[in-house]
C-alpha cells in the first residue's frame, strides 16, 4: 500500500510561488498515477493537476493552467506541485493522491475526480495573502 506525505505548505503573498512535495513510499511507477486535490473551507475538495505514470501526461484545472506544474521524481518516488504568481484564492489544504491507473483515456476523464483516489496524504496548507 502506498502512503503518502506531503509538505511543501506555507503562507506568501499573492504573486510568490511555492513547490509542494509528496514523497511516496512502496511507490510503483509504472501503475499508479498521482494527482494534486485542494480544499478550501467550506468548499468541495478540488483536482488541482495530476500526472499519468506510463507517459507522463499531464492535466491541470483551468484555474491553474499556465501557473502550476505537476512533475515526479520516479528515482525519489516524489511528486511535486510547482505554484508561481499564486492568488488568494488559491489558499486551501492541498492534498496527494494515488491511484491505480490502466487507461490513459479513462485518467483523462476522471483525473480530477477524488473519489477514484484510493490514497491520500495528510495534507499541507497554503495560505496566499493579498
Known amino acids: 500500500q502506498v502512503q503518502l506525505v506531503e509538505s511543501g505548505g506555507g503562507s506568501v503573498q499573492a504573486g510568490g510561488s511555492l513547490r509542494l512535495s509528496c514523497a511516496a513510499s512502496?511507490?510503483?511507477?509504472?501503475?499508479?498515477?498521482m494527482g494534486w486535490f485542494r480544499q478550501a473551507p467550506g468548499k468541495e475538495r478540488e483536482g488541482v493537476a495530476a500526472?499519468?505514470?506510463?507517459?507522463?501526461?499531464?492535466y491541470y484545472a483551468d484555474s491553474v493552467k499556465g501557473r502550476f506544474t505537476i512533475s515526479q521524481d520516479n528515482a525519489a518516488n516524489t511528486l511535486y506541485l510547482q505554484m508561481n504568481s499564486l492568488k488568494p484564492e488559491d489558499t486551501a489544504m492541498y492534498y496527494c493522491?494515488?491511484?491505480?491507473?490502466?487507461?490513459?483515456?479513462?485518467?483523462?476523464?476522471?483525473?480530477?475526480?477524488?473519489?477514484?483516489?484510493?490514497?491520500w496524504g495528510q495534507g499541507t496548507r497554503v495560505t496566499v495573502a493579498k
Open positions: 512502496a511507490y510503483t511507477y509504472s501503475r499508479y498515477c
Open positions: 500526472i499519468y505514470s506510463d507517459d507522463g501526461s499531464t
Open positions: 493522491a494515488a491511484r491505480l491507473c490502466f487507461n490513459l483515456y479513462v485518467f483523462a476523464g476522471t483525473w480530477s475526480s477524488a473519489g477514484r483516489y484510493n490514497v
